[in-house]
């Protein structure tokens, strides 16, 4: 399916279906999916949902039903998305962290499942990562804990630069956290650390300007969905720039950043697509641990490091658990 297709289908939960359809999906248990992200960019997200429904027995349009809803970055929308999902009386809805709040916010007792990078019980979502309680569990893809080892990578790729920026947007679920561990590690292995916010793209030029400014010879990009969501642009910025860059997920090296380190997001997610499918069989969020997705890779794109005229250190090339031609 083309991406065009893709989001076009994904989108169209607001369009009215045909009176057949809509009495054949009402027999179907209802899952409703809110991520405060956009569709685009999020294929490989859903793919990985519906593969871990399908592991616990269930296929989208044939045995449940899928409402999916986006906030496009704008977190105000949210509870009016799940104030539409709970119209629909969904058997359980997963969401990201920001929308898991508005979630929580509207309801108590519909079987909630969380997909995020944030300590969930820093974040306030539940009290224990083995005993949440509640309506409450999840997949949690680790992230923050990984800064200072992204910050070293970048370190060994330009040792000689005067400094590594480190680029964040404060409305990503644990940005200050990320800050402090970066701010530390950069004291831990002695090198300048620029730190920089945006909170909106039109700011993305003017950061990458004050960063060559600042002399900073590679680029730490910090973790959240409005990011993710314009991962192709800040790769291209990066490389406009002449700006080696390290992010925390897989899909920000396909999209053309230099190098990434960390968990599976899509591997969270299809934890998370597992976990709905033992919901709708009877299991209780308040007995289900949280689930971590633990696997660690780091990804390096050759094409991206050729456009930018810099030879991989062979000590990375041979870590490297994936590299992008």
Known sequence: ?????????????????????????????VIGFLRSASAAGSEHLVA???????????VAG?????????????????????ADLIRRQPAVIIGNIQAT?????????????????ADPVRAGLLASLNHPGGNVTGAVFTSSDLAAKRLGLLHDLVPKSVAIAALFHPGAPGADLHMEEV??????????????????ESEFHAAFATMVQQSAGG???????????????????AVRYALPSCAPLRSYAEAGVL?????????????????AGRILKGATPANMPVELANKIDLVINLATAK????????????????LIE
Do not use: C, H
């Open 1 to 29: 399916m083309r991406r065009r297709d893709f989001i076009k289908v994904i989108a169209g939960s607001a369009v009215p279906w045909p009176l057949a359809a809509r009495a054949q999906q009402s027999a179907m248990p």
């Open 48 to 58: 990985a949902l519906e593969q871990g429904l399908k592991e616990a027995g269930f």
């Open 62 to 82: 044939q045995n449940v039903a899928i409402d999916y809803r986006w906030g496009n970055d704008q977190l105000d929308r949210l509870p009016g998305l799940v």
């Open 101 to 117: 709040r508005a979630i929580m916010a509207a309801t108590t007792t519909i079987p909630i499942v969380f997909v995020g990078s």
């Open 183 to 200: 701010e530390k590690a950069g004291q831990t292995i002695g090198r300048q650390v620029l730190m920089m916010k945006v909170t909106d």
């Open 219 to 237: 680029l730490l990009i910090g973790s959240g969905p409005y990011f993710l969501s314009r991962r192709r642009q800040l790769a291209a910025l």
């Open 259 to 275: 190098m990434s380190y960390g968990s599976s997001q899509a591997d969270a997610y299809r934890r998370a697509g597992i976990y």
């Open 307 to 322: 456009a930018l005229g810099l030879n991989i250190p062979a000590n990375l090339l041979t870590i490297a658990d994936e």
